[in-house]
Every structure is written in structure tokens, then in C-alpha cells.
């Protein structure tokens, strides 16, 4: 399927990118195996492709031609000072913004896929849970049409428990902890078995410790659930801890674009992942010179 600006119509369309890139990385890397093992088990998610992609709100054009490759299953982070236009781009991806230019596209080249409103999901900052209704029924809003299935309370017991809070079912969200929140929106994000999940900073409001438990739970149930994976966030820690690759955005473009070659699961603060905090870092800070 194909976002475009031209008619507004959403076409399936061919490309011709390559899906190897995960496999190549796990036969060359040196602890092969371990990778591998730590690599989804099965990969249920779409790949992306984004052709000259730009967005302007008024004067202001944020975007300005972003063109970029996300094979299925991968793990992407986004960086970038405030305002360079992130939630801008997963805004785009998730379709909740109009394209002014340029193009989304979801699927194998050789078998483009018309994408439903539930293979996209996205995680924000805040948990948007609705205050009148309980922990189970506030799951089931993700399963979109599929709410009035007979299957509605199975699958979001399912997804509850995979977030770690099958207790809570019949709670009110008023009496959770910040951290129980945004493991319900994100149970509610994965009760669609959504087959991209973009994230907007959805760790940024969590003290410390519940950051990297949540962190945690992000990378097993992308590991066991093997979606396309984009997270926003401002922390470059966690960036190179969870992400297979990191983007750097920078007026209006990509303007790095680096790979995370650590084996899984992540040794935090090893020499490997602070040199690359460093690098990234040090991009961002000079960007940040320049203006
Ligand atoms: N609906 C909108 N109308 C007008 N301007 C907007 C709109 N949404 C975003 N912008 C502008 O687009 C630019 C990029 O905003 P965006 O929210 O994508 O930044 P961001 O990189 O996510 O920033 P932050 O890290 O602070 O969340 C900003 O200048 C913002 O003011
Ligand atoms: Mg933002």
C-alpha cells in the first residue's frame, strides 16, 4: 500500500528494496548465534519504504525529503533535537497526518499489502486511557472493529497478561501507577497484533527504574511478537539499548543513519553501546551548534 500526496488515493505499488539486511547482519556479525537467538523468533512485521517525504505546516517545513528503507522486523530509533520534525514523521506513518510530498509504502516488493487500520499502531507519551472504563475494557478499544468479536475479552486477557498485569483487568485506570499506564496503552497497542508499532517517547513521564523495566518489556514483546518497531525518543541510551539502528534527523532530513551491531539482550552502559551514545551524542550536540 502507498500513502501519496497526488490524488489521495492509496494505491499498492511495487519497490524493489532489498529484505536481506537482517539476515546478512546475523550471518556476518561475530556472535552470529547469539544474535540470532535473540532476533524475533518470527517476523510478523511489514517493512516500510519512504520516498522523498516532505510536510511544511504553514511556512514552517519540517520535513524535507526523507527517504528511507525499514526492512520488516526491525528495530528503528528516531533522534533529534525538539521540534526536527519526529512525531512529525510517525504522525505521517501512522496516517494520522496528510503527506504533502513524496511517499509511504507497506509491504514486499513482490507482494505489496494493502494495510489495515489495525497493522499500525502507535504508543504516545501519555497513556490516553479512558477514565470510565476498566483496565480490560480499556485494552479492547485497541482491537478496533474486532471489539464486537466473541474473541474480544480472550484476546485482551492475552495481551494484559503479556504486559505483565493480568490482575488488574477490573481496575479503574485512576488507581494505577504511572508505569501500570502506559503498560495498559501498551497492551491495548498490541491487542491488534499490529504489524508496525511506532512509539512517541512512550518511556519520557517514568521515573528511572520503571524506564528500564518498561524498556525491557518493549524489547521481549518485540522480540516474541516480531512487529516492525519505530520508537521516538529523546534518550540516546535508550535508543542504542533497544533500537537495531538509529536515525538521526536533522533539519528536515535524515542525516545519520547508524547501526547497532550489539548482540541481545543489551549489556547496558558496556564500552560498545557508550561509544555509540557518545557518537550519536556528539552529531546531535553539533547539530545543535549550527542553529
Ligand atoms: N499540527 C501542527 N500545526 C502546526 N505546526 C505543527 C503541527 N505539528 C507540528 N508542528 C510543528 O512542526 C515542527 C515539528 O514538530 P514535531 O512535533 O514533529 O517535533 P518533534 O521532533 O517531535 O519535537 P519534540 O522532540 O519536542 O517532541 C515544530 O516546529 C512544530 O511546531
Ligand atoms: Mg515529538
Known sequence: MIRNTGNHTQTALRTSLPETE?????????HARVVREERPAQITGLPLSIRGLRKSFGDNE??????LHIPAGQFVAIVGKSGCGKSTLLRLIAGLEKIDAGSISFGQDFQPRDIQPE?????????????????????????????????????????????GLADKRDQWPSVLSGGQKQRVALGRA??????????????????ALTRISMQRLLERVWRDQGFTAILVTHDVAEAVALA???????????????????GRPRQRGSAELAGLEGSILSHLLSADDRT
Request: aromatic content about 6%; overall charge neutral.
Open 22 to 30: 537482517l539476515a546478512s547482519r546475523a550471518n556476518f556479525a561475530p
Open 244 to 262: 537495531d539502528r538509529v536515525l538521526v534527523i536533522e533539519e528536515g532530513r535524515i542525516a545519520h543513519d547508524l547501526v547497532v551491531n550489539a
Open 190 to 207: 498490541l491487542v491488534s497484533r499490529p504489524r508496525v508499532l511506532a512509539f512517541d517517547e512512550p518511556l519520557g513521564a517514568l521515573d
Open 119 to 163: 497493522d499500525i499502531r502507535v504508543m504516545f507519551q501519555e497513556p490516553r486511557l479512558l477514565p470510565w472504563a476498566r483496565v480490560l475494557a480499556n485494552v479492547e478499544v485497541g482491537l478496533g472493529r474486532d471489539r464486537a468479536s466473541k474473541y474480544a475479552h480472550a484476546r485482551a486477557e492475552k495481551a494484559l497478561t503479556e504486559v
Open 62 to 67: 519540517v520535513l524535507r525529503g526523507i527517504d
